[in-house]
């Protein structure tokens, strides 16, 4: 028998689609393209003395970015977009020298719309140094006085002390707990200033003057001469 003859195709050919608008011209089909859903973090800062730095970690999926915030700023927003559902945090990683920063509103789950109402929030820590004065003291004489360290916004004991400026009476030394003790060995006026440090890094002094007076001498069994 005759062999059979071979199979054949012929090769479709593709024709070019006009558009205009999204819009095919002839049927009125249309092209419809989705992005991606993302969004947006940011929010308000105040207070700030210098430049903050913020971190934002996501997950579902996992990503982290950073942003510095600058000193004259109100407002920031982080410079990539979350995708719709995810969740994400926002943390202070430094703050200006003396300050303490604080995010508010900083966390969500699931974000499907933009985020602006982040508060972050600068303070200067205020430590105080205690006593105001220090009292006189006395040429030869035993002399201690103790200093105490406070702060009502941030500032964390225990605090260790140092001259910052000046010298000590001399004689006298001073603690790292803040005791300034010893005998005046000269008699002079002491300008000096002590630092106190918190243990979480934030410190404030105060100059104090002690006078170290000559001890007063009494005259005893004196006769008159004849």
Known sequence: GGGGSGGSSAATG?????LMNGVQL?????LICFAPTAFSVGG?????????????????????QSLVIAQAASSFVFPTLLPQGANWAINVTSAPPGQLCSAS????ASINADVSNVVVSCTTVVVDVNPPSLPSATFGNAYSQTLTASSANGAVGPYS?????GVLPSGTALSPAGV???????ANIFN?????????GFAGQR?????????SQTITNMAASP
Do not use: D
Not at 161 to 165: E, G, I, K, Q, R
Not at 192 to 200: C, L, M, P, V
């Open 161 to 165: 002390y140092t001259v910052s400026a």
């Open 105 to 108: 509103a900083a966390s969500g």
């Open 192 to 200: 000096f200033s002590i630092q106190a440090t918190s243990s979480n």
């Open 14 to 18: 593709l024709t070019a689609v006009a």
């Open 207 to 215: 100059a104090y003057t002690v006078n170290v007076l000559r001890a």
């Open 44 to 64: 308000t800062v105040s207070g700030q003395t210098g430049p903050v730095s913020l971190g934002l970690s996501a997950t579902n999926p996992s990503s982290n």
């Open 180 to 186: 300034i003790s010893g005998t005046p060995n000269a």
């Open 26 to 30: 002839g049927n009125g089909a249309a």
